[in-house]
């Protein structure tokens, strides 16, 4: 089993739906949850991160952690065709230190 | 260009041969990472470095990975004996903080083909 689990979808939306991404994990003491946005060809980007459980809203995104669930999520207002790309969950702190584990990555696709 | 820079791009190597990548971090980032990336999948964790010190090593590198950052600059990722299995995009990351989710830069990788 992998420490990360993430659907690779693909997942197609109309623009302007809500999109919903999401992480399951098995490490319970990962303290650190962040989202990076992949597009084709190019490096990972971080888009946000959490501490711990709680919500985080950033413009049109809104990252949640279920720490008791072990269940991260990723929410996407108004989605527009530029979001279109490679969506990983990633997370790190187990140890003490700086290692980051990433999920495989969902691909998203919005359609105009 | 303050970015991270990844060099060369592409590599096409024979199986048996070896291989160094070089990458240089954002001025003054203290830490700085290796990722391996395989289509379809994201990135794995190989190694990081806090300065010039390696503090971890992935378990899944076998000991024909090596990797430095003398002076706590630019580091190289050297693989030996290559092996089509280490087919894939190598991605160098810096940051620079005090917790576990300082925002990584990543540089645009390294792609190597082993024939």
């Known amino acids: 089993q992998k420490e990360v689990e993430q659907d690779p979808g693909p997942l197609s939306v109309p623009e302007g739906a809500i999109v919903s991404l999401n992480c399951t994990y098995s490490n319970s003491a990962f303290q650190y949850f962040m989202w990076y946005r992949q597009y084709s060809r190019k490096g990972p980007e971080l888009l946000m991160y959490t501490y711990s459980s709680g919500n985080k809203e950033d413009g049109r995104f809104t990252a949640q952690v279920d720490k008791s669930s072990k269940y991260i999520s990723l929410f996407i207002r108004d989605s527009q065709p530029s979001d279109s790309a490679t969506y990983l969950c990633?997370?790190?702190?187990?140890?003490?230190?700086?290692?980051?584990?990433f999920g495989a990555g969902t691909r998203l696709f919005v359609k105009a | 260009d303050t970015g991270v820079s990844q060099d060369p791009r592409h590599k096409i190597t024979k199986r048996g041969q070896n291989v160094t990548f070089r990458c240089d971090p954002i001025?003054?980032?203290?830490?700085l990472y290796w990722y391996r990336q395989t289509l379809g999948q994201g990135p794995e964790f190989l190694t990081y470095f806090q300065n010039e010190a390696q503090l971890e090593k992935s378990r899944l590198l076998s000991d024909r990975f090596s990797a430095e950052r003398p002076k706590g600059s630019f580091s190289t990722l050297e693989i030996q004996r290559t092996e089509q299995g280490d087919s894939a995009m190598y991605l160098c990351?810096?940051?620079?903080?005090?917790?576990?989710?300082?925002?990584?830069?990543f540089g645009p990788g390294t792609r190597l083909t082993v024939l």
């Open positions: 990633a997370m790190s702190g187990d140890t003490g230190g700086f290692k980051t584990i």
């Open positions: 990351a810096s940051s620079y903080g005090t917790h576990g989710a300082d925002t990584q830069y």
């Open positions: 001025s003054e980032h203290n830490r």
